[in-house]
């Protein structure tokens, strides 16, 4: 069935370092990958998203890759700030019938002084 | 632009009580869905609507769960009667389209004692 798996579950990285999250999914018709930040006591909100016809989208210290073939994607830090602390979600896109959303279970990231 | 309204943010019941759920998506968003977030996990989809017609519901507890989204607008999710395991945060979302970015409402969060 349709999955996502969300790799690890915490993180904690000095401030200034980088930080990967890597997910899995289960089907290979998923063709949207969006990357949620949920900050403590707040909801959820897009940090960035790819589509399946490009392998890497960046958006100034945020960056996303996408493997098909392995069916994983990651999301990628640099430079990691104290405000960066928060829980990250991936989700993906599993199309057929009716086009529905995943999301993996969450990482959360702790930044380190 | 105002953002997805939802009300109440905090209910607070006893177990085998009713409770409902009120959403007001962003206008123009076709796609609707309601989650539910259990401390320290991710978002779990219940449903999801695209304009009034239920796209998916595999995860929603149709004993006990039922959701409308009359004329295709604002939705309302219901429980009844409600279990101590219903505790969590109920999410609603919108979105002009499935594989489009999601707006988050601020959440009800729901205590069954």
């Known amino acids: 069935g349709e999955n996502v798996e969300q790799h690890p579950s915490t993180l904690s990285v000095q401030e200034g370092d980088s930080a990967v999250i890597k997910c899995t999914y289960s089907?290979?018709?998923?063709?949207?990958f969006p990357w949620y930040k949920q900050e403590l006591g707040k909801r959820p909100q897009l940090i960035i998203d790819i589509r399946s016809n490009v392998g890497e989208k960046k958006d100034q210290r945020i960056a996303v890759t996408l493997n098909k073939t392995a069916k994983h994607f990651s999301l990628h830090i640099t430079e990691t700030q104290p405000e960066d602390s928060a829980v990250y979600f991936c989700?993906?896109?599993?199309?057929?019938?009716?086009?529905?959303?995943?999301f993996g279970k969450g990482t959360r990231l702790h930044i380190l002084p | 632009e105002a953002g997805v309204a939802q009300s109440p943010r905090y209910k607070i019941i006893e177990k085998r009580q009713s409770v409902a759920f009120w959403c007001n998506p962003i206008s123009g968003h076709a796609t609707l869905y309601w989650y539910q977030q259990i401390l320290g996990q991710g978002p779990k989809l219940l449903i999801q609507?695209?304009?009034?017609?239920?796209?998916?519901d595999s995860q929603l507890p149709k004993d006990r769960f039922s959701a409308e989204r009359l004329k295709g607008v604002d939705s309302t999710l219901k429980i009844q009667p409600a279990k101590l395991e219903d505790s969590a945060v109920y999410l609603c979302?919108?979105?002009?389209?499935?594989?489009?970015?999601?707006?988050f409402g601020p959440g009800t969060r729901l205590t069954v004692t």
């Open positions: 989700a993906a896109l599993f199309g057929g019938r009716d086009d529905k959303i995943i």
């Open positions: 609507f695209q304009n009034n017609g239920v796209v998916d």
């Open positions: 979302a919108s979105s002009p389209t499935p594989d489009s970015e999601q707006y």
């Open positions: 089907d290979s018709a998923s063709n949207y």
